[in-house]
Nanobody, 123 residues
Framework: VQLQASGGGLVQAGGSLRVSCASSGSTFSSYNMGWFRQAPGKEREFVAAILWSGGSTYYADSVKGRFTVPRDNAKNTLYLQMSSLKPEDTAVYYC?????????????????WGQGTLVTVSS
């Protein structure tokens, strides 16, 4: 599946931002999807995931209560709605098809992560 993340930008701490992930594949609605992020000098980490049906969502502890991960299967689009942003949320955000291995979420395939979209939160 081809994915394109967009919508990043500069936002002040405490603010909100929504990033999007558009899929060009016709089977988007069949995939569990998720967001990851990579801050400067740090490893990429899981942020949020949503099942193919939209029935269940999962979040990293660091964003729980502040981020939501809705999807619109009719538009083949995944979103990450971020609120109460903190400077430590500054990162490049990537979307991906995901799978669950026990209690952790991983990218489903070994392909490229794509460019991602940069979110910068100023203090």
């Amino acid at each position: 599946v081809q994915l394109q993340a967009s919508g990043g930008g500069l936002v002040q701490a405490g603010g909100s931002l929504r990033v999007s992930c558009a899929s060009s594949g016709s089977t988007f609605s069949s995939y569990n999807m998720g967001w990851f992020r990579q801050a400067p000098g740090k490893e990429r980490e899981f942020v949020a995931a949503i099942l193919w049906s939209g029935g269940s969502t999962y979040y990293a502890d660091s964003v729980k209560g502040r981020f939501t991960v809705p999807r619109d299967n009719a538009k083949n689009t995944l979103y990450l709605q971020m609120s109460s942003l903190k400077p430590e949320d500054t990162a490049v955000y990537y979307c991906a098809q995901v799978w669950r291995d026990g209690s952790s979420w991983s990218k489903f395939d070994f392909g490229s992560w794509g460019q991602g979209t940069l979110v910068t939160v100023s203090s």
